[in-house]
């Protein structure tokens, strides 16, 4: 970039408090050291269910809401929300949806494919056995999540998202057109294709960590495992796909982290686990490929506003400030958690520096 637009490029930009609309923030000695990484920086945030053992009822995921707040450092309890959401087990009751969404417990249920991804084993086997499920949230405006992967040994781990959308999502839809449905973290070219052209009740939260890297980036210099995640990242075309549906201005496509913090030690172990904690910078990052993809007048309805309007809720009217400047990210974060012995994790983009930074 030359001396004279870097001059003219923009030096802070203020946008509406955005929200995550698709978060880990776990629970115990872990919530109390990641929760106040996302409330830093957004508004409302979609709490993934998949705890041990899951969210499948309002009580429970009452319980879980007071856990959160209460983790939540003093000056945020008031300017975060977590948004519930129900975990469908092939038993859940639709009346127990109804009455959720109904109260304003849940905000959407979540699909699982059966031992798709972390804590995943009580998920779906056949979207047949929750015909009734999802019939109820169709007639009643309950979004559906999806974390939209077969889990068949037999389909390349790389395929999975592909194979899904043409055996499960695309029958999915039809059988239900009215139901509202979120492609959640997004990783293929197909998937941003099926979205753009898909009906209108379709939409997909896509990952900073989709937007940065490849499938080569596990392998840079030595096994990466903290760049393990599910959906795995995957080719450079699908990873410039992203880039392009992200900052295309498209109101289908809207910010979803996919934070999903793990200590340090599960990380690295002979069976590592899939997760990318990015959490910490998470929008920093996202303003960094908005401004590289030369579309940061793009980043608060990508971040901000669409979100919000496809799941009916009210824009925020606060907002924040991102400045032009570098930012170091550690290696590792020894993080708070109410006791002697730090939770120790690494954050997404660990010893780089990013050029923005979200102003106190």
């Known amino acids: 970039m030359s001396e004279t637009s870097q001059s003219a490029a923009p030096q802070t930009l203020s946008i509406r408090r955005p929200d995550d609309w698709h978060v880990h923030l776990r629970d115990g000695e872990m919530l109390q050291a990641v929760v106040n990484h996302t409330a830093r920086q957004f508004a409302r945030a979609i709490v993934m269910p998949n705890l041990r053992p899951p969210i499948t009822s309002v009580i429970q995921a009452r319980e879980y809401r007071s856990r959160i707040l209460e983790a939540l450092q003093p000056d945020r309890k008031e300017r975060f929300t977590p948004l ?3 975990y469908l087990t092939e038993t859940i009751a639709p009346a127990e949806l109804e ?3 109904g109260e304003g417990v849940f905000t959407a249920a979540k699909l699982y494919p059966a031992g798709a991804t972390t804590n995943s084993d009580a998920g779906v086997r056949d979207l047949r056995h929750i015909s009734a499920v999802l019939e109820t949230m169709e007639r009643i405006g309950m979004p559906l999540l999806i974390h939209g992967e077969v889990t068949d040994p037999a389909v390349d781990i790389f395929d ?5 959308i ?3 999502l695309r029958p999915l839809l039809q059988r239900h057109p009215q139901l509202k449905v979120v492609f959640e973290h997004i990783t293929t070219a197909e ?4 979205v753009a052209e898909g009906p209108s009740n379709l939409a997909a939260t896509i990952t900073p960590h989709h937007l940065h890297i490849n499938r080569n980036s596990l392998f840079q210099g030595g096994l990466r495992p903290d760049f393990y995640c599910l959906p795995v990242a995957k080719r450079e075309r699908h990873r410039l796909a992203l880039r392009a549906a992200a900052t295309s201005g498209n109101p289908k496509f809207f910010l979803g982290t996919d934070s999903a913090p793990h200590p340090r030690g ?26 590289e993809e030369g579309a940061l007048d793009r980043l608060e309805g990508f971040a901000s506003e669409f979100g919000p309007r496809f799941y009916g809720l009210p824009l925020n009217e606060q907002r924040i400030t991102l400045q032009r400047k570098e930012t170091e990210v550690p290696g590792l974060m020894e993080l708070s958690n109410g006791t002697q012995t730090p939770t120790v994790l690494v954050p ?10 979200l102003a106190a």
């Open 348 to 357: 997404f983009h660990a010893g780089e520096v990013l050029h923005w930074q």
């Open 166 to 168: 043409e055996e499960h």
């Open 266 to 291: 599960a990380k690295e172990s002979a069976c590592g686990c899939a997760g990318i904690y990015n959490a910490p910078y998470a929008i920093e990052s996202y303003a960094q490929v908005f401004d």
């Open 84 to 86: 519930m959401t129900a």
């Open 191 to 194: 998937a941003a294709a099926f």
């Open 99 to 101: 009455q959720g969404f």
């Open 160 to 164: 999975r998202e592909a194979v899904f």
